[in-house]
């Protein structure tokens, strides 16, 4: 039996997730796909947005975008835009932001991540299986550029 004057219990669910927009590119196959003797450089950015669809219901976006060079130029480019709809419920307001865009994202990752190793190996490449993402220290970084812009402006 509970009691109905306790609070309710924190809550995040995710209601839905879905690529909103995929693209991978091969310019200089078949080239590109040759044997090499050392691998490519890879560079990879990361970036998270969330916005507000009802009371509880935020939608969360994680997007991943790479390119893969080495000596003779681009081997393939992707960009992947993720998103989930997650219900929060019961967060103490300090918490929330933090809450949408560090453990959100955290629950996307491991989906998009493979979406983009999938890509990647459909593309004639080995899959591409990103390093795990410090979503809290990016959310920092993040806090950290806007309060020095509004320092600034």
Known sequence: MTDAASPSLPSLATLGQYIK???FENPNAPQSLAPRENGPNIAIS???NAKQLADVDFEVELTLEGKAEDADGLMFQFELLYAGIFRIQNIPAENFQPVVMIECPRLLF???RQIVADCVRNGGFPPLYIDPIDFGALYQQKMAQMSESAGNA
């Open 46 to 48: 990361v970036n998270v």
């Open 110 to 112: 491991p989906f998009a």
């Open 21 to 23: 927009d995929l693209s």
